[in-house]
């Protein structure tokens, strides 16, 4: 019983070993060439600061543009939720009071107004942010590549806000005018401003629109950053495909 135990297992052995070495084989050459691409693309994909500082500013570009020519259609703030520019929040008490006196289109226009000003102006931002990308200087690259979706985007801010607000209130202005944003504030807060023992109200619409415009401006450019963080497909350029590709 034993030898004819023995005898099996050495022929299972011998069938096992035909017919499986070549699959075995197969699989450590797939295994050892899945190894060498990886070690090839590991040592493709180290990224230089340069590298990091021109995939950045290349997103940044992308992210830009894309956010301007969205936001400067008919409509692009106006009837986007996400960066409508509202009624001032310091002038709401005139609001909700012309509204109860039957105004509420007067004041629904003069909303209109703002953000078609913001649209307007917003076909001149891509060149001030261009701008603004080109002269950033990046030392901590890596921190912004690794950091949350909208790191470059913040970045971007903390350091143009104050020269975009520069560049853009000349524009905000001319947008005002255009759109006559006046014609329809100077009616309602006049008549707001005539009712007895009311504080009165004139904010500076224009430090306003130009704050607002901008607000909006970066939050589309954070989502069209995270959007080239997480998608290959948005992945438009070599630099880009590098830099995010190889994190």
């Not at 929040?89 to 109860?100: F, G, Q, R, S, Y």
């Not at 990046?138 to 560049?167: C, H, M, P």
């Amino acid at each position: 019983m034993k030898k004819q135990t023995s005898i099996l297992a050495l022929a299972a052995f011998v069938a096992f070993s035909t017919i499986s070495h070549p699959a075995i084989c197969q699989l450590d050459a797939l295994k050892a060439t899945a190894l060498k691409a990886k070690n090839a693309y590991k040592g493709q994909s180290k990224l230089s600061n340069e590298d990091v500082v021109n995939g950045l500013k290349e997103a940044l570009n992308v992210g830009t543009n894309k956010s301007t020519t969205a936001a400067s259609q008919t409509d692009g703030f106006y009837k986007n939720a996400k960066i409508k520019i509202p009624f001032p929040a310091e002038a709401l008490e005139v609001k909700n009071t012309i509204d109860k006196l039957g105004m509420s289109s007067e004041t629904e226009k003069f909303v209109e107004t703002m953000n078609r000003s913001a649209e307007d102006a917003s076909k001149s931002a891509a060149p001030i942010f261009i701008d603004a990308i080109k002269n950033m200087s990046l030392q901590d690259g890596f921190a912004i590549l690794n950091g949350g979706d909208s790191a470059a985007t913040t970045y971007l801010r903390v350091k143009t806000t104050e020269q975009l607000t520069q560049a853009l209130k000349p524009i905000i202005k001319a947008a005002i005018e255009k759109n006559e944003v006046a014609k329809y504030w100077s009616p309602v807060v006049n008549k707001y401003n005539k009712i007895p023992f009311t504080k009165k109200y004139n904010p500076d619409l224009e430090a306003y629109i130009t704050q607002k415009t901008l607000d909006g401006l970066f939050v589309l450019i954070a989502e069209q950053e995270g959007f080239i963080r997480k998608n290959p497909s948005a992945q438009v350029s070599d630099i880009l495909k590098r830099v995010f590709g190889a994190k």
